[in-house]
């Protein structure tokens, strides 16, 4: 019977899901007995003094200047809540010392207190008096008998010294019918959870059953229609980056496609785009207003074209994410932009100013063609330009008027061989490109590594959408539309396998639109 589909199914089993989800929240709610909770976390641990170890040296002045003890002086924010489902009172703290909470901070001394409660709570103050048991003493702080409605919730901000920021912070208490525990929400300052732990259970259940019965409509609806599959000849220019991924599906299109004839000529996305547009030019002669005679030609580039090429119209087509790459004789992992920066200035000429071996710096870069260079320089180097080139083997400066050896070199296979062969050279690549090579490793940026899982959560800088460009519209029937709809439908699978992250995905849509737009 064609309602008992598999879609049909699930959408019944995921309603009554729903139904019985509802009605277990509300017995779950009026029946079961719910414990009382302290929650507990540190908002903030950070130096105030110049003493490197307690987490870099910093600029002081007034007070934290004046006082030699404040030299390895560290600030703790304790935020203390009822994240519970019921309001802790007084007595329902059950230790017999007058105070109700400990905290202990090892390897530290306190050497002062300030407590904080949120607009609307001022009462809570009054609770914190020596009397009620507040008092510390070593790295011990005796927190009061502090009675919390469900939700509310008060800060101390404590002053340290002795040891480095990120000891431990432990806090223990006995609670009636209840606990004390690390509170790891990340709810704000003026909200309270908003869902209990069931409830949170029931959610994640009717969202698994949703997402299941989307995933089979969609995979099911995702299923390409057969390709119109043109004949003639096709030849893709542009991106080195993106070159393997054009030879692929050049290759799986010829074989699905009998009579095309598609080549890859990839010489960098701004030699492509020129020669596309003067080739472009060529075939349509005079009468460049009508578009017509657009020549059997593709580019893909790293990034979009500038506005100099009127006539060439784009298709994005995946996000590509790029990597400096290191040789390993210079073990760091990651990098900050503006130690980046500084680098591709020529401001930094050894490895050991950036806490590395005593090497020479080696910068390997692509040509002025380069798309990868081009997205570098736009979104790590904050629209800056790579020093000028003083070498032309990558090994000795032929211009010794330059600070640091830097050689251009035509491809990215070039530029990762070069790496990984030089000691204290440093290059970029496309991502996947520098996966497993020998002799170099890649670099994360700000402590983001580069990767395309999660790629619009992450803060990850150096990415650029791919654009695929022709001149002006070509005809519906060409092998250039053919073969850009086979990319953007049947080809996906090739994309993503390269590393990329295609724009006809929802992910992939959402950061196309989103960094085109801005």
């Keep these: 019977m064609e309602w008992l589909s598999t879609e049909n199914t699930i959408a019944v089993l995921t309603a009554v899901l729903g139904l019985l989800a509802t009605v277990g929240a509300l017995w779950y709610e009026r029946r079961v007995p719910r414990r009382k909770r302290i929650g507990y976390r540190v908002q903030m641990d950070t130096a105030i003094g110049d003493n490197v170890r307690t987490g870099g040296a910093n600029a002081r002045l007034g007070l934290f200047d004046e006082t030699p003890e404040m030299s390895d002086a560290t600030l703790v924010l304790l935020r203390v809540e009822n994240d519970g489902s019921q309001s802790v009172s007084d007595s329902d703290y059950t230790g017999r010392a007058l105070h109700g909470l400990t905290a202990i901070f090892t390897g530290r001394t306190i050497r002062g207190l300030a407590v904080t409660a949120p607009t609307g709570a001022d009462h ?139 080549a890859v000529s990839a010489h960098g996305s701004a030699a492509g785009v020129r020669e596309l547009d003067d080739e472009g030019k060529k075939a349509a002669g005079e009468d460049r207003t009508t578009g017509k005679g657009s020549p059997p030609l593709l580019t893909f580039s790293d990034g979009p074209k500038s506005d100099g090429f009127p006539r060439l ?30 680098l591709y200035r020529g401001d930094v000429r050894n490895w050991k100013e950036l806490g590395g071996p005593d090497l020479p710096v080696v910068l390997v870069s692509r040509g002025s063609s380069s798309g990868t260079r081009d997205t570098l320089q736009r979104r790590v180097l904050d629209g800056d ?29 070039q530029v990762l061989d070069a790496v990984g062969r030089i000691p204290g050279a440093i290059g970029y690549s496309e991502l996947r490109a520098a996966e497993g090579l020998k002799g170099l490793h890649r670099l994360d940026l700000d402590g983001h590594e580069p990767s395309v899982e999660q790629l619009s959560e992450s803060g990850y800088p150096y990415r650029e959408i791919e654009y695929a460009y022709t001149y002006g519209q070509p005809p519906a029937d060409s092998l250039a539309s053919s073969f850009l709809a086979y990319a953007r439908g049947t080809g996906l699978d090739v994309i993503r396998t390269h590393g990329h992250l295609p724009c006809a995905t929802p992910e992939g849509l959402r950061i196309c639109g989103d960094e085109a737009a801005g």
């Design 124 to 262: 809570l103050m009054e609770h914190f008096t020596a009397g009620a048991g507040l008092r510390y003493e070593g790295s011990t702080l005796h927190i009061p008998r502090v009675p919390l409605n469900r939700g509310q919730h008060y800060k101390l901000l404590v002053l340290l010294t002795g040891g480095p920021v990120g000891g431990e912070v432990t806090m223990s208490g006995g609670i009636q019918a209840g606990e004390v525990v690390p509170n790891r929400s990340t709810t704000p300052d003026d909200k309270p959870p908003l869902l209990s732990r069931p409830a949170r259970l029931l959610t994640v259940l009717l969202t698994l059953s949703v997402v299941t019965l989307a995933s089979i409509i969609v995979l099911r609806d995702a299923d390409p229609p057969p390709i119109e599959c043109a004949t003639g000849e096709l030849t893709v220019l542009g991106s080195t980056a993106f070159a393997p991924v054009a030879e692929e599906l050049a290759d799986k299109y010829e074989k699905d496609c009998p009579g095309s004839d598609i």
């Design 385 to 413: 330009f790579e020093i000028k080139a003083s070498s032309n083997d990558c090994l000795g400066k032929d211009d010794r008027s330059v600070p640091v050896t830097r050689c251009e070199l035509d491809s990215t296979d």
């Design 313 to 342: 119209a784009e298709t994005r087509v995946a996000v590509s994410v790029f990597a400096l790459v290191l040789n390993d004789r210079v073990p760091i992992r990651n990098l900050t932009r503006p130690a980046v920066r500084r």
